[in-house]
């Protein structure tokens, strides 16, 4: 029997970060202690010393862009992305081609993460059918094929009769909605903040209020209906204000931030790189400086990264015609840690823990501790990520060029090594 042992590492637990030594065998942790084992040839060390070592991290916001446009990205080289980012788990979105709407396609998404085997692979799925939003798709189907997070991410769910329909179903069930909060008349015709910047370009812009009069009008469904509600890619100062306003009242309300909001401002669009061309767009320093701080203190509860694919000749075009979407797998890590400057607790706490438990994916984001799966991430604080290239079939991101302090150094995914600083394993 194989073992690896993670040695003298600052190890993550349920009681608080300790130094100590996790040992693995047959994919769960058998032991955290001090000089723990005694080699062998059977034996694998790993030096951890100054570096972390928590809970694999989970993404509840990725791209496979499988089925149907796998030129972009598909199921293999999206998990060989986040095996080297540090992930152990991704949620699919569903706005594929065809969308997940039904759960023969959940079925297809989650096997062939496990054909891969690099990460585990949970399916989001939609909340209208055909993502249409006109009527509501299959959720008992859905739910029985183990999806428990539904949006049709890529669009809002605009209807609010329709949406109190899908919320008043899932509340019963525990699943959770997940909005794309973006007015659909307010961001028309738009392709980044509407601010100083947008003017002084003669760009058509979105306002901040096209997130917030969604959020809010959601959080009046979550008061009628009980249903737990998840914030997508949160992206405006009073939005922050929205949620953390909820979750005082005591509401379901969770909120996610990406690694590109965190990172960047409309200041970055001046040179309309369509590298910085998303949805919801980049806002202002002031906008920036309050995500920050939301994740700081917990109001947004987690990261996720929004990974989102698109072929070179799709980027490749003038900024207002151009597909909205950045990836970022590889380097969210990174960028969370150099922008933010979490504490250990509170970094796997927005990586991993938080997320897997908003997902509802059992054993996943789970504390280190004898017994528990060996889904874990080690992370070195203080080293250098350089973001020269990438292992996804797309290359449109803000941070080539860049350099953040931070770096996945090991992953592990159900006690099997997926990841190490010379390249993804097989």
Not at 19 to 47: K, N, P, Q
Not at 97 to 106: C, R
Not at 254 to 282: C, I, Q, S
Request: hydrophobic share 45%; proline share 5%; with cysteine.
């Amino acid at each position: 029997m194989s073992k690896t042992v993670f040695r003298n590492g600052t190890v993550v637990t349920a009681n608080g970060p300790v130094t100590a030594d996790v040992e693995v065998a047959e994919g769960v942790i058998v032991a955290i202690g001090e000089a723990i084992g005694s080699g062998g040839d059977d034996v694998r060390e790993v030096d951890c010393e100054g570096l972390w070592v928590g809970p694999g991290f989970v993404d509840i916001h990725t791209h496979l862009r499988e089925p149907g446009h796998e030129y972009k990205e598909d199921t293999e080289s999206a998990s060989r992305v986040a095996a080297a980012g540090g992930y152990t788990s991704v949620v699919a979105m569903p706005n594929t081609d065809p969308v997940i709407d039904s759960g023969h396609l959940v079925r297809y998404t989650i096997e062939r993460g496990r054909e891969v085997g690099l990460v585990e692979v949970a399916s989001a799925g939609c909340v209208t059918a055909g993502r249409a939003g006109e009527k509501l798709a299959h959720l008992d189907d859905l739910w029985a094929a183990g999806v428990r997070m539904f949006t049709d991410d890529g669009d809002v769910v605009a209807d609010a009769g329709l949406l109190r329909r899908a919320m008043d179903y899932l509340a019963q069930l525990g699943g959770v909605v997940a909005q794309h909060a973006i007015d659909p008349g307010l961001a028309r015709a738009g392709h980044m903040h509407e601010g100083a910047v947008a003017s002084g370009l003669g760009m058509y812009a979105i306002p901040s209020a096209a997130e917030t009069v969604v959020v809010a009008r959601d959080i009046e469904l979550v008061r009628l209906t009980g249903c737990n509600y998840h914030v997508q890619h949160i992206s405006a100062a009073p939005t922050v204000e929205l949620v953390a306003a909820a979750k005082r009242e005591g509401l379901p309300v969770t909120a996610e931030v990406t690694p590109h909001h965190l990172a960047f401002t409309d200041g970055d669009v001046r040179a309309t790189d369509p590298a910085f061309k998303m949805m919801p767009p980049l806002r202002t320093e002031a906008d920036r400086a309050a995500l920050v701080a939301g994740l700081q203190s917990g109001v947004i509860d987690v990261v996720a990264t929004d990974h989102a694919p698109h072929a070179d000749h799709e980027k490749d075009v003038p900024f207002e015609h151009a597909p909205n979407g950045v990836i970022g797998l590889e380097w969210a890590a990174a960028v969370v840690n150099d922008r933010v400057g979490l504490d250990p607790v509170r970094f796997f706490e927005a990586m991993s823990v938080k997320p897997a438990a908003i997902a509802r994916i059992a054993g996943q984001g789970r504390w280190l501790g004898v017994a528990e799966p060996a889904n874990i991430t080690v992370f070195d604080p203080q080293g250098i990520t350089d973001v020269r290239d990438t292992r996804s079939k797309s290359r449109n991101a803000p941070y080539f060029g860049r350099s953040y302090t931070g770096a996945v150094r090991y992953t592990m995914y159900a006690g099997a090594m997926t990841y190490e600083e010379s390249g993804v394993l097989v």
